[in-house]
Nanobody, 122 residues
Framework: QVQLVESGGGSVQAGGSLRLACTAS????????MAWFRQAPGKEREGVTN???????YYSDSVKGRFTISQDGTKNTIYLQMNSLKPEDTAMYYC????????????????WGQGTQVTVSS
């Protein structure tokens, strides 16, 4: 079955950095898009960034210039380098993957990871 496993969350002070990783397995067919979403308490889940297997990327305005998404050679593992973290980045971060192409901030028919908590203190 499809499985996405995230790692790398934790607690950091404002201005610090964290790196998240996510590995997908069990897909039937090729993965075309992988993404990171986040959800803070009391807020809706939002698309933070995504990357297509061809390398095209999307970033939300709130993280542009601070976060970088990348993928490894297998295209089944992605990373999220988060720099200059702010308290408002505090959220549960979810990895997602889809056979469909990426759209800005969205993913069609995604499979989800279990989430990893990121907490940024001021």
């Amino acid at each position: 079955q499809v499985q996405l496993v995230e790692s790398g969350g934790g607690s950091v002070q404002a201005g610090g950095s964290l790196r998240l990783a996510c590995t997908a397995s069990g897909f039937t067919g090729s993965i075309n898009c992988m993404a990171w979403f986040r959800q803070a308490p009391g807020k809706e889940r939002e698309g933070v960034t995504n990357i297509e297997t061809g390398g095209n990327t999307y970033y939300s305005d709130s993280v542009k210039g601070r976060f970088t998404i990348s993928q490894d050679g297998t295209k089944n593992t992605i990373y999220l380098q988060m720099n200059s973290l702010k308290p408002e980045d505090t959220a549960m971060y979810y990895c997602a993957a889809s056979r469909f192409r990426c759209s800005p901030g969205k993913l069609y028919s995604p499979s989800w990871g279990q989430g990893t908590q990121v907490t940024v203190s001021s």
